[in-house]
């Protein structure tokens, strides 16, 4: 389709991750949000949930003087809103709703959602019910604020990430027929279940029946949503090719357009800034890992980090350990100690005392603490699968071991209690990062990365590495800023040997050629600003208002 430069009147955008700092998608908007803020100068609202009663929210600046009177209207017709600026660069126009309220007509709610889209929610459990309900108010809020504001000579745009917004785009679509709807599938839930089942998604994609394979895995609720939402919406919309052939086979429903991730530069500082940054990581990165090991770390340490959520499989968080394993192994090919870190959130309860005694009295320590593999307590530690894994692959930090392994079970938003930094003001610290993917949409983390003149690893099932291959137009490598290791369902120890290689490969490497890696990784990171990749959204928006004029005028 010829790109269409023409942008909707007005855009509305929800998803459980505005001003609400849980995963990817939180990085999508917050990211893209002034790039729309520079198109659309307050055209464009952001809506999220509101569960921060009675406790501050740091991204959400509230305005009482906005929008009075509709929020007093709103609140008539059974709303409970806050509205105000998210706390991010641009700035965007924010409404967050109180969803409990509609827990009590939660059954009439679902019943409807059978007549008119098929919708079952017979088997929903868990966070089926509460996805759903802030949903549902997120479709009021945008039919109220659209018959305040709005009207027909308007070309408004309404998109909804994930299966988490589906009862509400579908309602509106319903309700407010004039608004154009997109629907944005950051992972199916089906394909996500398969993969974190241990079952081979990849060569047998064609086969799997969706539906089929949700009664299988208790997946039925969400995947029906999901599922019907994308037959329904004027456009559906994915991140990634990699993704679009799962939804093709899984949801039975080719995609509308690929909508890729992008990131801001404005996240990345410059210069003397970035110097100074860099330095300030590194320092208390060896500092945390010194005082927990005993061991005194050099200042040439190779810091590798992987990061994301935790999805032991789907993440190639086991793959990363085998990989340091094998680096441990190979140690005497390696010019410079490895510190790795695994920094994926857990069931954390707290930062370990004897820990943060250490951290309050700073100096040289000699001796390891117990446990010297992980920064934080966590409840059921007997059964985390990451320490289970370092305990059977034998990683134990010994003193005369030349790979560490540090975990750090914990989010990184600068009140953890042990490194007090957030995540992106640590990433700068990194000599690689590893995201050894099975699972992968897109890729936030890889891109991250490269934007902070990281090179990365990552695999050819992820969105980012199938991009950055088509970028470079072959194979990509470390001396490319990005080396993308082939992955498939059954080829894990190949990888885990293809990281090693490759640490060992930059271990040898000179300062001048880590310095022409770090550069690619920068110049790379550069193609994938949002400035070039909102024209994937222009295009959504464009086949999302034509067909929304054609289901009119049916």
């Known amino acids: 389709m010829k790109e269409n430069n023409t942008l909707p009147s007005f855009i509305f955008e929800s998803s459980w991750e ?18 729309m803020q520079d198109a659309l100068k307050d055209k464009v609202v952001f809506i999220g949930p509101d569960f921060w009663a009675g406790k501050e929210n740091p991204l959400f600046i509230e305005d009482k003087k906005l929008w009075t009177k509709w ?29 409990n309220p509609f827990f009590a007509i939660r059954d ?30 997120a479709g009021r809020v945008v039919e109220s604020f659209y018959k305040e504001f709005l009207n027909n000579a308007d070309d408004v745009v309404y998109q909804a990430h994930e299966w988490m917004t589906c009862l509400g785009v579908l309602y509106v679509q319903k309700s407010v027929p004039q608004i154009a709807t997109i629907f944005t599938t950051h992972a199916t839930s089906i394909g996500r279940s398969i993969a974190g089942n241990g079952k081979p998604l990849y060569d047998y994609l064609w086969a799997y029946d969706g539906t089929q ?11 029906s949503i999901e599922r019907q939402t994308a037959h329904h919406v004027d456009c559906f919309t994915t991140v990634s090719d990699v993704t679009g052939r799962e939804c ?26 970035f110097t100074s940054k860099r330095k300030a990581a590194r320092k208390r990165i060896l500092e945390v890992a010194n005082a927990l090991t005993g061991h005194k770390f050099a200042d040439d340490t190779l810091i590798v980090a992987t990061s994301g959520r935790y999805e032991f499989k789907n993440k190639g968080i086991d793959v990363f350990i085998h990989a340091m394993r094998r680096c441990l192994d190979q140690s005497a090919d390696l010019k410079n100690e490895v510190l790795a870190l695994i920094q994926v959130p857990g069931w954390v309860a707290g ?50 071991s030349k790979v560490k392994v540090i975990f750090v079970p914990c989010y990184l938003d600068g009140a953890d209690g042990i490194f007090q930094m957030p995540y992106y003001d640590l990433l700068i610290g990194n000599d690689l990062a590893v995201y050894p993917s099975y699972y992968e949409p897109w890729g936030y983390t890889p891109l991250e990365a490269v934007a902070f003149h990281v090179p990365c690893i990552t695999t050819s099932l992820s969105g980012f590495g199938i991009w950055a291959q088509t970028v470079k137009g072959d194979i990509s490598t470390l001396e490319d800023g990005v080396e993308v290791l082939a992955r498939n369902d059954y080829n894990n120890d190949e990888v885990a040997q293809g990281i090693c290689h490759a640490l060992l490969r930059y271990s040898a490497c000179s300062d001048q050629e880590r310095d022409a890696m770090r550069k690619k990784a920068s110049a790379l990171s550069k193609k994938a600003l949002w400035k070039n990749f909102f024209t994937y959204y222009k295009q959504a928006y464009a086949i999302a208002l034509e067909n929304a004029k054609l289901r009119q005028s049916k």
């Open 71 to 99: 929020v007093s209207k709103a609140k008539e017709e059974g709303l409970s809103i806050r509205v105000g600026r998210w706390n991010i660069p641009g700035e965007p126009l924010v409404v967050l709703v109180d969803f």
């Open 18 to 35: 505005v001003c609400n700092k849980v995963g990817g998608i939180y990085t999508v908007l917050s990211t893209r949000a002034k790039t």
């Open 351 to 400: 930062p370990r005392a004897d820990l943060q005694a250490r951290l309050d009295f700073p100096q040289v320590y000699d001796t390891a603490l117990d446990n010297p593999v992980i920064t934080h307590d966590l409840h059921e530690m007997q059964h985390d699968q990451v320490l289970n894994l370092l305990r059977a692959l034998n990683i134990s930090n010994s003193e005369e």
């Open 248 to 273: 093709k086979e899984l949801l039975d429903k080719e995609c509308d357009a690929i909508l890729m991730n992008g990131f801001e530069a404005d996240f990345v500082p410059k210069g003397a800034k």
């Open 108 to 137: 009439e709610l679902y019943t409807q959602a059978w007549n008119d889209y098929q919708v079952d929610s017979l088997h929903g459990y868990g966070d089926y019910d509460e996805a759903n309900m802030f949903s549902y108010a």
């Open 213 to 223: 394979m949700s009664r299988e895995l208790n997946m039925e609720a969400k995947h």
